[in-house]
């Protein structure tokens, strides 16, 4: 199972497939424009420029007279597991950090909650709600998509670019400010669901 890591209390991974790290920013806020899995992964980068955040925590901080903020520094993490299986094979697992859960569950309503939200891989995004403290959910509640691409790995095993999505995906609310709770309590407790739900490879989503 290939992991991502915790940075500034927020857990966050890159997956070295085009299709899979494209979809979360290739899937259209609007509906009209529904991503492919066959889309190129320069277009769909290419459509918006990065957002330096670190920088601009960095200026925003120096105009309100604060200290420079300081990130958080985390011990080396182990060797990232690579699988053998063929990636048309995989078993992809998804964690996502916009708040998303789905109708019936409990909203995050509070900062530093260290919760997370068990999605079945079939849920409809009918079905998906977001909340969050920290960005605009204008975008996320029109489409959860933009923030949760259940749908999309759905769509990339139906085309046969990956085995299958897990059974379960998991979300919570990022902007978590004490690491030592990602660390201690909400990353191995993802880590496990993982290993329980037998993935081949972990897709991790940030806000």
């Given at each position: 199972?290939q992991c991502g890591e915790v940075c500034d209390g927020?857990?966050?991974?890159?997956?070295?497939?085009?299709?899979?790290?494209?979809?979360?920013?290739?899937?259209?806020?609007?509906?009209?424009?529904?991503?492919?899995?066959?889309?190129?992964?320069?277009?769909?980068?290419?459509?918006?420029?990065?957002?330096?955040?670190?920088?601009?925590?960095?200026?925003?901080?120096?105009?309100?007279?604060?200290?420079?903020?300081?990130?958080?520094?985390?011990?080396?993490?182990?060797?990232?597991?690579?699988?053998?299986?063929?990636?048309?094979?995989?078993?992809?697992?998804?964690?996502?950090?916009?708040?998303?859960?789905?109708?019936?569950?409990?909203?995050?309503?509070?900062?530093?909650?260290?919760?997370?939200?068990?999605?079945?891989?079939?849920?409809?995004?009918?079905?998906?709600?977001?909340?969050?403290?920290?960005?605009?959910?204008?975008?996320?509640?029109?489409?959860?998509?933009?923030?949760?691409?259940?749908?999309?790995?759905r769509d990339l095993a139906r085309a046969g670019v990956?085995?299958?999505?897990?059974?379960?995906?998991?979300?919570?609310?990022?902007?978590?400010?004490?690491?030592?709770?990602?660390?201690?309590?909400?990353?191995?407790?993802?880590?496990?669901?993982?290993?329980?739900?037998?993935?081949?490879?972990?897709?991790?989503?940030?806000?």
């Amino acid at each position: 199972m290939q992991c991502g890591e915790v940075c500034d209390g927020t857990f966050f991974g890159l997956l070295p497939v085009a299709g899979i790290v494209g979809s979360a920013g290739g899937q259209e806020t609007q509906r009209t424009e529904r991503w492919s899995p066959r889309d190129s992964i320069a277009g769909m980068f290419a459509r918006q420029p990065p957002i330096d955040y670190i920088e601009r925590t960095r200026s925003l901080y120096a105009s309100l007279g604060y200290p420079p903020y300081r990130w958080v520094e985390n011990p080396p993490l182990a060797e990232l597991a690579r699988t053998a299986k063929s990636q048309n094979e995989w078993r992809v697992g998804l964690v996502a950090s916009g708040g998303i859960y789905a109708a019936g569950q409990i909203a995050f309503h509070y900062r530093d909650d260290p919760s997370y939200r068990e999605i079945a891989r079939d849920t409809s995004v009918e079905d998906l709600r977001a909340t969050h403290f920290a960005y605009d959910l204008a975008d996320a509640r029109r489409d959860p998509n933009v923030v949760f691409p259940l749908a999309a790995l759905r769509d990339l095993a139906r085309a046969g670019v990956i085995g299958e999505a897990a059974p379960y995906a998991y979300t919570f609310m990022g902007g978590i400010y004490s690491s030592a709770k990602v660390r201690g309590t909400l990353a191995p407790a993802l880590a496990d669901r993982f290993v329980a739900d037998a993935v081949d490879v972990a897709l991790m989503v940030p806000v």
